[in-house]
């Protein structure tokens, strides 16, 4: 049973906002156009995306998305944060590129 | 059968920060009322792609929910430049959606693909110059 706690630390992350710490991660998606992760991600999974507009919060909290994994560096926008905050989305960060934070990922 | 809950929004056009208040406020009711996850993630991700589709291409409109015991109905009405080709629109990654857009993440030609497998009911209706109205129907589990 993986939460976001083990993610972070896997991913060597840094926690942008931890709105369920609780919560099980179960399974991942990895894309960037949000209507194929609406379409394809599973519930409570960690998604992989270079994505940062607040659309992604959107997405996240719909599709009910465990845990925002923002790879490659990428900082999310001030209104991603925001948004994040408001509706308790498990929003992270990792220096990672997708692959190789899917690869370590997969590794839990 | 008599309503048990009926819901109206007005959706602003070009505003991606306020885009999904409508479907948002739609799930927290039906989480509240106790529907089953499920059946709120499918009605949500529905409504949230004819949701964006308004946003993006029609400037806006008006959404409306009507939850009953077993199921809920969703209509998205706007008077935007309406869909030329439904068939086409319907087909997987066929998009109208500017670069603009696209970087955004939107315009990856599935929403209204996604709106069909998300749904037990699915409606389109539009004319060109006068807009378009979508019906949605989830049945709950």
Partial sequence: ?108 | MSDVIHLEFDVAGNNFVSAGTATNQVKDTLRNLGIPNQDVRRIAIAMYEAEINMVIHACGGKATADIYADKIEVVLEDHGKGIENIELAMQPGWSTASEDIRGLGFGAGMGLPNIKKYTDEFKIESEVGKGTKVYLRVNFS
């Fill in chain 1, 1 to 108: 049973m993986n939460r976001v706690a083990d993610i972070i630390k896997i991913l060597d992350a840094r926690s942008y906002n931890i709105g369920k710490s609780e919560r099980e991660i179960v399974g991942g998606y990895a894309g960037d156009f949000l209507s194929f992760v609406m379409g394809r991600a599973p519930s409570s999974c960690a998604w992989f995306t270079v994505m940062t507009n607040v659309n992604v919060c959107a997405v996240a909290t719909l599709a009910d998305v465990g845990v925002v994994v923002l790879c490659e560096g990428v900082e999310p926008s001030e209104q991603l944060l925001d948004k994040a905050k408001e509706h308790s989305v498990n929003l992270i960060g990792t220096d990672l590129d997708v692959f190789e934070a899917v690869k370590k990922y997969s590794e839990l």
